[in-house]
Each structure stands twice: as C-alpha cells, then as structure tokens.
C-alpha cells in the first residue's frame, strides 16, 4: 500500500514511518541557502543509514540506494496539480500550497 509522507510547516523535522513492513526514521530538512529540502534515512534505533538526499520532483530519491538497508520501492516527490513545471520544491509546497506530496510505493506494488 502508497504512504504519504506529510510535511508539516517546520523547515527540519524527523518523522518515524513504516514502510515496506520496517519503521524507519525520516528526517527532512529545509536548506535555506541550497533552496531545497533534503533527507536522511536512519532505522528505529536511530542508526543513520543514508543522508543528504536531495530531494526533487518526479524522481525515485532511493533508487540509488537499493543495496543499503533501506524501503525497496518508489520514494518520489510527485506534482498533484500537475503543474509544477521544475524541478525545483519550493519551501511552502509540501505542507501550505499542496501542490505536491511525497509518497512511497512498495517494490511489491510496482511490479
């Protein structure tokens, strides 16, 4: 089953998720200079496991990872207004505007 991953209006924050039958520890971060929000995966017990993952719309942020301890499957930023014609998330569009949301589909329902 898809998981939507919810933002809240904080530019840093972790948030405990299962996915793919695992709980991991999502933790985001909004980076002012950069311009963009990243990510880093760590397990329940807070042992990092990947970070400074960029992230950005329409691409498999994990897809890169797949031999780490990671969710197997499509972990995307995906534009639900269909309108979004960059790349680029601004800091407001995942919680305020909506316009986009992040979502993670396990391997199994890919296939």
């Known amino acids: 089953m898809a998981v939507q991953i919810y933002f809240p209006d904080y530019a840093a924050f972790s948030e405990e998720v299962a996915l793919d039958g ?9 980076n002012t200079r950069e311009k963009c929000w990243s990510m880093s ?5 807070g042992n990092l496991i990947v970070s400074g993952i960029k992230l950005v719309v329409n691409f498999n942020v994990v897809a890169q990872y797949q031999s780490r301890s990671i969710p197997q499957g499509l972990m995307a930023i995906v534009d639900t207004a269909m309108e979004t014609m960059t790349d680029r998330i601004a800091r407001r ?3 305020e505007n909506r316009k986009l949301a992040f979502i993670f589909t396990p391997q199994s ?3």
């Open 22 to 30: 695992n709980v991991f520890v999502l933790g985001l971060r909004w």
């Open 41 to 45: 995966i760590s397990n329940r017990e």
């Open 109 to 111: 329902e890919l296939s």
């Open 93 to 95: 569009d995942m919680y």
